[in-house]
């Protein structure tokens, strides 16, 4: 399979070593809007994007466009998230997003909002912690957030939430912190007077993420429309 990767960080070279060792090709490496063109003359597969906030609408719109897989796990641009949604759909181009392609942690969201749904019942107050290396730099995480919605979307006492410690129960408060050399690590916490409970996902290595989204990218590739993570994960 042909896999081109638009951006070349730390992610986009994990991917690229992890797409070798399953026998894939690295068609192009895309470093700047300028060189998007080349996807043309040599077409792949699938593109895999991680860059930044203000090019990632651009670089999917080129690809859905001229008719490329797209997936992407660049984070911070999600406003416009439904406006790429209706040009694929326009387009009847392919296109998955993640706020992170880890396996494990897909399966913890849905952990989630399974836990969120019981405990909306109950007199517990909770909170999200997220740790990521220092380099990050959105905050919270996509990942962070993600949670943060899937236990709204569970417990109406929760009508927001806020990227800091909170004392007021409607909102839902996320600790971020920023430390050298953490992959990521996600922790739902709920707590009452008499207990606690608390779930927990740490990636150990960078390369979690890279494999999932090579995996993604074999999943996709002749397929057709808009998918999500939980595609993925539930057509195993």
Request: aromatic share 8%; charged share 20%; net charge negative.
């Amino acid at each position: 399979m042909k896999i081109a990767l638009i951006g070349y960080g730390k992610m986009g070279k994990t991917i690229e070593e992890v797409a070798k060792k399953r026998d894939h090709e690295i068609s192009q490496i895309i470093e700047d809007s300028g060189q998007l063109p080349s996807l043309l003359q040599n077409k792949p597969d699938v593109v895999i994007e991680f860059t930044q906030p203000d090019a990632v609408v651009n670089n999917l719109s080129f690809c859905i466009e001229n008719g490329i897989p797209v997936i992407t796990g660049t984070t911070g641009w999600l406003e416009k998230y439904d406006d790429i949604v209706s040009f694929c759909n326009e387009k009847n181009g392919t296109f998955l997003q993640s706020s992170n392609f880890s396996i494990g942690v897909n399966l913890f969201f849905e952990l989630n909002e399974w836990l969120a749904k019981k405990m909306a019942k109950l007199n517990f107050s909770c909170s999200i912690e997220e740790i990521h290396h220092t380099e990050k730099k959105d905050s919270p995480s996509g990942t962070a957030i993600r949670l943060a919605e899937g236990i709204q979307n569970k417990n109406q006492q929760f009508r927001s939430w806020i990227n800091e410690k909170s004392a007021d129960h409607t909102k839902l408060g996320i600790i971020s912190k920023r430390i050298e050399n953490v992959p990521g690590t996600h922790t739902v916490s709920y707590s009452s007077q008499l207990e606690s409970i608390n779930i927990e996902h740490v990636a150990h290595n960078r390369s979690v993420f890279a494999e999932g989204a090579v995996l993604v990218s074999e999943w996709i590739k002749n397929k057709n429309g808009i998918f999500t993570m939980s595609d993925f994960i539930n057509q195993q």
